[in-house]
């Protein structure tokens, strides 16, 4: 059963960093692209950032580059997003997302619960 | 690329069929993708590639289209259908994503 488990979300004030870790397990994590999507509560969803299996081509929403990292490491089937001078408007559940991965199709076949970012003072 | 659903809330029973529209702003070819989001819940992929049944999805869930024009269908509504849709073309990056249309129970 593929499972994805976020951590690392929280209270955070404007400014400052938080850094989020996913765990995979359930499929062989090394073989497939990983995304974080993310969605203000109650509100519609808005990809963020995808890097690919070997780290070899990432890439991010306009508004987070430069403040957000994506990286992974596969020898421990984890997946992270270093962020950055948070602003409010970063507030999010974010979820961690796993590649479909069929070939040139892109999609979303399994996500995680989520995680709560809140950027507020 | 915008994605425009229709409508943002829809009023059925249980057993009646019911269709979501997805309009893209410009030709997205079959690079569009269908998620059911239950609350507290993260996404689940329905349909992948417009019309794709992913693997376990019930075959009452069905996706057509091509270009810009796309709709999603389910066939005899079952309690556990009612959620939030949500579409998303994967065309050109950033991908993007409909605002949703929630189906309540009528």
């Known amino acids: 059963e593929v499972q994805l488990v976020e951590s690392g979300g929280g209270l955070v004030q404007p400014g400052r960093s938080l850094r989020l870790s996913c765990a995979a397990s359930?499929?062989?994590?090394?073989?497939?692209?990983m995304h974080w999507v993310r969605q203000v509560p109650g509100k519609g969803l808005e990809w963020v950032s995808e890097?690919?299996?070997?780290?070899?081509?990432?890439v991010y929403l306009d508004s987070v580059k430069g403040r957000f990292t994506i990286s992974r490491d596969n020898a421990k089937n984890s997946l992270y997003l270093q962020m950055n001078n948070l602003r409010p408007e970063d507030t999010a559940f974010y979820y961690c997302?796993?590649?479909?991965?069929?070939?040139?199709?892109?999609?979303?076949?399994?996500w995680g619960q989520g995680t709560l970012v809140t950027v507020s003072s | 690329i915008q994605m425009t659903q229709s409508p943002s809330s829809l009023s059925a029973s249980v057993g009646e069929s019911v269709t979501i529209t997805c309009r893209a702003s410009?030709?997205?070819?079959?690079?569009l993708n269908w998620y059911q989001q239950r609350p507290g819940k993260g996404p689940s992929l329905l349909i992948y590639?417009?019309?794709r049944l992913q693997s376990g999805v019930p075959s009452r869930f069905s996706g057509s289209g091509s270009g810009t024009d796309f709709t999603l269908t389910i066939s005899g509504l079952q309690p556990e259908d009612f959620a939030t849709y949500y579409c998303?073309?994967?065309?050109?990056?950033?991908?993007?994503f409909g605002q949703g249309t929630k189906l309540e129970i009528k």
């Open positions: 590639a417009a019309s």
């Open positions: 997302v796993k590649d479909i991965g069929a070939g040139s199709i892109r999609g979303f076949d399994y």
């Open positions: 890097i690919s299996w070997n780290s070899g081509t990432i």
């Open positions: 998303q073309q994967s065309y050109i990056t950033p991908d993007t």
């Open positions: 359930g499929f062989i994590f090394e073989d497939f692209a």
């Open positions: 410009q030709n997205i070819h079959n690079y």
